[in-house]
């Protein structure tokens, strides 16, 4: 039986494939545009540069201040940038960071962006943008800030660190995994959602075996396409507001924090729905949240939120603050549940 549903689906264009990332001059004329500002973070301010010269005349200029949660100052100098440069279109290579500035950018003048993703954050296919200013994060859905065009290029995620490499796919996968249970979700959104998160499961332990296999790499980030989408397409639950707490009012990293809270999040809503979850237990084994913890533990993802710098004086707040206007989930959640999930969480437990 197929009950009735509603999908929307993105018009970005989606270019996937080893050298893509040559394609960025011909998808700048595609768009109409002649004067690119390259965005990046300062880690990969190298990178951004040899892309800009690439270009040639097609590259405005360079910005390579992009930050972790998109801090508000930081859009600022680069609106100040990309008006003296006179650009006419973004170009974001890097992580959900840098993805970040462009669409903060273009939320302010609607320029087109073209993202080259070098992570497997899925920031690029979704009309999400979260901002801080002065310590707050605050979270907007528009689809005005969704790119025009996102180019998959495997060979610019060779030299993602292994550990970073971990915890940024497990972050995909909390995308699709909260997107089977979602309010929302239609067929296609679970379709994609099992598809990534196979994908993810296949080319992960291979990367962290061997990151320099391009096969695996192609994989993981196909994978990571696709559990973007879902979450960009149908609606997140306890999973995504305890990590925007956690990492909004305590400062944990994102893809860490992820990494960190998935089997307990999902082992929680699994209680409620285990028929969704299915697809969990049959790619990661046992059950949906043992399964992921084992599969986390075995490619040496972090388990421990105590790890990540959080005291355990702060969990009562965490719990307090997790509880308080919550996302829909398909399970009630109360304080208690919520201090014990983030106590097994700081302690790293097997769920
Ligand atoms: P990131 O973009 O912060 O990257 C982390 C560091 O790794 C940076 O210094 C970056 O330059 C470097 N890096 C990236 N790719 C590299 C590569 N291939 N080789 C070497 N170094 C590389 O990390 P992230 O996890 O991709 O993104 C996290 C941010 O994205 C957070 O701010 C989060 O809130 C946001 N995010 C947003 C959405 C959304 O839909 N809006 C989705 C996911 C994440």
């Not at 494939?17 to 190298?46: F, M, N």
């Not at 105590?306 to 965490?318: F, H, I, V």
Request: proline share 7%.
């Amino acid at each position: 039986m197929t009950d009735a549903f509603t999908y929307t689906g993105s018009p970005a264009h989606i270019v996937f494939g080893p050298g893509k990332r040559r394609s960025v001059g011909e998808w700048i004329e595609r768009l109409g545009c002649s004067r690119a500002l390259v965005l990046t973070t300062p880690a990969q301010a190298d990178a951004g540069r040899q892309l800009a010269g690439e270009l040639g005349v097609l590259a405005a200029g360079l910005f390579s201040g992009a930050a972790m949660h998109t801090p508000v100052d930081v859009t600022e100098k680069a609106m100040q940038a990309l008006t003296e440069a006179g650009a006419d279109c973004l170009v974001a290579l890097g992580g959900g960071s840098t993805t970040g500035l462009g669409k903060a950018l273009t939320y302010r003048t609607d320029l087109p962006q073209i993202v080259v993703p070098t992570t497997y954050a899925g920031s690029e296919v979704t009309p999400i943008l979260g901002q801080t200013e002065k310590g707050a994060k605050t979270t907007l859905r528009d689809p005005r800030v969704l790119p025009e065009v996102v180019i998959y290029d495997p060979e610019l995620t060779l030299g993602l660190p292994v550990g970073m490499s971990v915890t940024s796919a497990l972050n995909a996968v909390a995308h699709a995994a909260e997107g089977l249970y979602a309010e929302d979700r239609n067929p296609i959104s679970t379709l994609m959602a099992v598809e990534g998160m196979r994908a993810i499961r296949e080319g992960l332990p291979v990367i962290v075996a061997d990151p320099a296999n391009g096969a695996a790499r192609a994989h993981a980030l196909y994978g990571s396409w696709l559990c973007g989408t879902v979450l960009g397409t149908v609606g997140m639950a306890l999973h995504h507001k305890i990590c925007h707490t956690l990492g909004g009012s305590f400062d944990t990293p994102h893809a860490e924090t992820h990494a960190i809270m998935l089997p307990h999040t999902v082992a929680y809503n699994a209680e409620a729905v285990p028929e969704l979850l299915a697809p969990v237990t049959e790619l990661f084994g046992s059950s949906p949240g043992g399964g992921l913890y084992d599969f986390a533990a075995n490619i040496g993802a972090p388990q421990r939120l105590k790890d990540l710098g959080l005291n355990e004086a702060d969990l009562d707040r965490a719990a307090e603050m997790a509880t308080k206007s919550p996302y829909w989930n398909p399970r009630p959640i109360d304080r208690p549940s919520m201090r014990k999930l983030l106590q097994d969480a700081w302690e790293g437990r097997r769920p």
